[in-house]
């Protein structure tokens, strides 16, 4: 069946330090790609998504491309922010299983200043 | 409205009782979703709508577990004879329909059962 795995957490870096959240998925189709992004006390909130093979998302500095041929989605930044504390949920989206959502685990990321 | 809405943001209730938790999706979005979200766990999946139906049960534990949506709008989750594992965040989703990419979360109930 369909699942996504990413990196366990907790992750924790120093202010302007580079990001990689990694996450691989398995799906029966060709599904989307999603990060979600979940600020402490608040609800979950799309960050960034790539539709197909190759396309690359982005969004407040925040990057991931879709590779067909590592199944991969894995999430950079090149200088993160205190402000970028929070916790990050690769997702997938199959059209083989209704276009249902399958989500990772989560990474917790804090940033120190 | 503005946003998926869901009712209450917190609820205690005693072991053994039932509970009814409520979502109110983005006005026109076909597709509804429930997940529940246990400490320092991921998304767990129970079930989603597309209308009125559920074409996927799978998610739900167990039978305590049922949900309901109404009029292709307001949807309804309720777990009779409540345990103690069931404490989580249970967060209500929406979609367009089930073909648009983005789901639109709400801010989620936190159950706790004493």
């Known amino acids: 069946g369909d699942s996504v795995t990413q990196m366990e957490g907790p992750v924790t870096l120093s202010e302007e330090a580079f990001l990689t959240i990694n996450c691989t998925y398995t799906?029966?189709?060709?599904?989307?790609l999603f990060w979600y992004v979940q600020y402490p006390g608040e609800g979950l909130q799309l960050l960034l998504k790539a539709t197909k093979a190759d396309d690359k998302g982005s969004n407040k500095g925040f990057e991931a491309t879709y590779r067909k041929e590592t199944t991969s989605f894995h999430l950079e930044k090149g200088s993160v922010q205190v402000s970028d504390s929070a916790v990050y949920f690769c997702a997938l989206s199959d059209p083989n299983t209704g276009n249902q959502f399958y989500f990772g685990t989560g990474t917790s990321l804090t940033v120190i200043p | 409205g503005a946003g998926v809405s869901q009712s209450p943001s917190n609820k205690v209730t005693e072991k053994g009782k039932d509970v009814e938790l409520r979502c109110d999706p983005i006005s026109g979005h076909t597709a509804l979703y429930w997940y529940r979200q246990s400490l320092g766990q991921g998304l767990e999946f129970l079930i989603y709508f597309q209308g009125n139906s559920a074409p996927d049960k799978s998610g739900l534990p167990s039978d305590r577990f049922s949900a309901e949506r109404t009029g292709g709008s307001v949807s309804t989750l309720t777990i009779q004879r409540t345990q103690q594992e069931d404490s989580a965040v249970y967060l209500c989703?929406?979609?367009?329909?089930?073909?648009?990419?983005?789901?639109?979360f709400g801010p989620g109930t936190r159950l706790t059962v004493t």
């Open positions: 989703a929406s979609r367009w329909t089930t073909h648009s990419y983005e789901q639109y």
């Open positions: 799906a029966t189709g060709y599904p989307s």
